[in-house]
């Protein structure tokens, strides 16, 4: 395993360094140093720091599957070309540093105003994300690099507030200030939304996740030079009022999440909404119904895409029939904690949803039967129908399918009004890890070495149904079913034992 991963990252630096010491595209920059002002610069600027490896901002950087380490530990002085150091981009005609990615870079420390970072002036892209730069504020010089395209200054505990000057960065396309929702961490706010945002007509990219703007959301209303904008994600910013109408002009991602939207949702696009992936507008205050316009509807435009591959509608207090364009996502579909109303469909195109991993409708006022194409799509790993009306048998899955079903590892059909026995099938769900089909109408035996087959489970649970548990002995069952088994034994009141 190790051997493979250095040998991987052997190549890897092989086929990084070859092109410069054997055919340069530009055979006079492997002889050039790069400047020396920048050098010093960035010199100064690692040496203005402190390397933290138990930062846990560096924790939040795994998490997210980046792999923590102090990119400028490697940084020398005397006669290096800092073009090759870690993290530094240089134009090689200029040999001009234009990018500069020290993220989860186990940095800490604070970035003064006259910090030498600030003199880097050829930067194109910064992405200083993930480091501990608290208890400081975003300096105002970060508004003086002029060619800057993506400034990356996510998750680095910075407080206070945005400074005004960020509007100043005329070419920006990319800015990314998110922060985790960490409890007890001061915060960063955005107080000057509609000026930074307004300014910055060449955005294509904002993520301010969880940074504090608090602001109405029809004031917003203005933002229309928002219109070249591919992703937003504004979750937990703590906007309140009415969704604004120009969020429908987003060609690509739309994370509104965690605010105070409130009113009706209308799906309301005109012109990008068929190009749109990804979208959330999970915790929000809406009433009523997903009601889409007049104009979309007519055109289809929003049920005839399979663009669409992500939505998530988690406690938006949305009641009314379960839209069938719902069934033309591809990939992601969170309705937890609603008023669905409505039947699931017997038959779908299933190649439709060879992509679908996570399907989540519990906690809504659905009912008719359980389909069993759920059972045997590809790519499912989560399929949660919990707290609904659904009634009937449990289809027996069609033989073979569970093949196909290497990756479900989470079931959970408990709080319905599901009757009968459970069918043979489901115990070859062989990656199953959790199943809950509690507070149903389930009847029958169920032998526990039934579920042998199933290495992986770890929480079963049949309470409060009608079922009979007919143990043998105790050797002959996985230790995880075993677990499984005290589990039933405690809980499980209505079962006979
Ligand atoms: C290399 O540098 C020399 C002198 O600076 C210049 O005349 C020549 O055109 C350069 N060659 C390339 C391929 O850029
Ligand atoms: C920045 O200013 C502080 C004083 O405010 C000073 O101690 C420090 O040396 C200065 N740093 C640089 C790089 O000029
Ligand atoms: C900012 O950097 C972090 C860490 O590298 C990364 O996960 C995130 O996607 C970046 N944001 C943008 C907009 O590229
Ligand atoms: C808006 O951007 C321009 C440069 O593109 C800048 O001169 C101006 O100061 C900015 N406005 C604000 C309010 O920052
Ligand atoms: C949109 O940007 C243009 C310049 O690109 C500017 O003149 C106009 O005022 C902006 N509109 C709004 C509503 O901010
Ligand atoms: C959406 O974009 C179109 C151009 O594609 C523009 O005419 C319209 O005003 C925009 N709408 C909003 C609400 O920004
Ligand atoms: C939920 O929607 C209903 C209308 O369907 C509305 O009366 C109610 O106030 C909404 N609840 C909340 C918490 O907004
Ligand atoms: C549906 O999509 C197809 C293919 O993208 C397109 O040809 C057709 O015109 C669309 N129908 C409507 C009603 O938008
Ligand atoms: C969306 O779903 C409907 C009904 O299942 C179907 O008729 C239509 O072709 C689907 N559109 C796409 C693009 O998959
Ligand atoms: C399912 O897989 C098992 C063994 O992995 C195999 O014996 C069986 O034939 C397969 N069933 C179908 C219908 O492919
Ligand atoms: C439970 O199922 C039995 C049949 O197995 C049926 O007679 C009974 O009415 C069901 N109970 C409820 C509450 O649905």
Same mark, same amino acid.
């Given at each position: 395993m190790g051997y493979l991963l250095r040998l991987s990252l052997c190549l890897l630096c092989l086929s990084l360094h070859s092109p410069l010491t054997t055919s340069s595209p530009y055979p006079n920059s492997s002889a050039q140093l790069c400047h020396e002002d920048e050098r010093f610069a960035m010199l100064e600027f690692k040496n203005s720091l402190a390397i933290d490896v138990?930062?846990?901002?560096?924790?939040?950087? $795994? +998490?997210?599957?980046?792999? *923590?380490?102090?990119?400028?530990?490697? +940084?020398?002085?005397?006669?290096?070309?800092?073009?090759? +150091?870690? #993290?530094?981009?240089?134009? *090689?005609?200029?040999?001009?540093?234009? #990018? &500069?990615?020290?993220?989860? #870079? %186990?940095?800490?420390?604070t970035i003064p105003m006259n910090s030498t970072l600030f003199t880097l002036r050829h930067l194109r892209s910064l992405n200083i994300a993930f480091n501990d730069f608290s208890p400081s504020r975003i300096s105002p010089q970060f508004g003086r690099f002029q060619r800057l395209k993506r400034l990356n200054l996510s998750n680095c505990f910075f407080t206070g507030k945005v400074p005004l000057t960020i509007a100043q960065l005329p070419q920006l396309a990319s800015l990314d200030l998110s922060q985790f929702d960490f409890v007890g961490i001061a915060e960063l706010e955005m107080p000057d939304f509609n000026v930074i945002v307004r300014n910055l007509t060449g955005l294509r990219e904002l993520y301010l996740d969880s940074v504090i703007v608090n602001s109405e959301a029809t004031k917003l209303s203005s933002l229309t030079n928002l219109s070249s904008l591919m992703a937003l994600s504004l979750s937990g910013c703590e906007f309140f009022g009415p969704l604004p109408v120009w969020i429908w002009n987003i060609t690509q991602e739309i994370d509104l999440s965690y605010n105070q939207f409130i009113g009706r949702t209308t799906l309301n696009g005109r012109h990008n909404l068929p190009s749109l992936k990804v979208l959330s507008l999970s915790f929000n205050l809406f009433s009523g119904q997903?009601?889409?316009?007049?104009?979309?509807?007519?055109?289809?435009?929003? /049920?005839?895409?399979?663009?669409? /591959?992500?939505?998530?509608?988690?406690?938006?207090?949305?009641?009314?029939?379960?839209?069938?364009w719902i069934w033309n996502i591809t990939q992601y579909i969170d309705l937890f904690n609603n008023h669905f109303t409505g039947e699931l469909p017997s038959m779908v195109d299933k190649s439709k949803f060879s992509q679908l991993t996570s399907l989540d409708l519990s906690e809504n006022l659905l009912d008719g039967e359980? *389909?069993? +194409?759920?059972?045997?799509? *590809?790519?499912?790993? /989560?399929?949660?129908?919990?707290?609904?009306?659904?009634?009937?048998?449990?289809?027996?899955? %069609?033989?073979? $399918?569970?093949?196909?079903?290497? &990756?479900?590892?989470?079931?959970?059909?408990? #709080?319905? /009004?599901?009757?009968?026995?459970?069918?043979?099938?489901?115990? %070859?769900?062989?990656?199953? $890890?959790?199943?809950?089909l509690s507070s149903n109408n389930l009847s029958g035996v169920v032998k526990l070495d039934m579920f042998c087959k199933l290495k992986n489970l770890k929480d079963l649970i049949l309470s409060y149904n009608g079922l009979s548990l007919l143990t043998k002995s105790k050797s002959t069952i996985g230790s995880n079913v075993a677990f499984a088994q005290d589990y039933i034994s405690r809980h499980a009141p209505l079962a006979k034992i």
């Open positions: 138990s930062s846990s901002i560096s924790q939040f950087c $795994a +998490w997210r599957g980046q792999v *923590p380490y102090a990119k400028t530990a490697s +940084w020398k002085a005397a006669g290096s070309d800092c073009c090759q +150091w870690d #993290g530094v981009t240089c134009n *090689p005609l200029t040999r001009h540093v234009v #990018g &500069l990615d020290l993220s989860c #870079g %186990e940095l800490q420390g997903l009601t889409i316009s007049e104009d979309v509807a007519s055109s289809s435009s929003l /049920m005839n895409r399979s663009s669409l /591959m992500s939505l998530s509608l988690r406690s938006c207090n949305i009641s009314g029939p379960l839209p069938t359980v *389909p069993s +194409w759920l059972f045997s799509l *590809p790519s499912l790993q /989560m399929l949660n129908l919990a707290n609904n009306q659904f009634s009937g048998q449990l289809t027996v899955i %069609e033989d073979g $399918a569970s093949n196909n079903t290497a &990756l479900l590892d989470f079931i959970n059909l408990g #709080g319905n /009004m599901i009757q009968g026995s459970i069918p043979n099938s489901f115990f %070859e769900l062989v990656s199953l $890890a959790y199943l809950d």
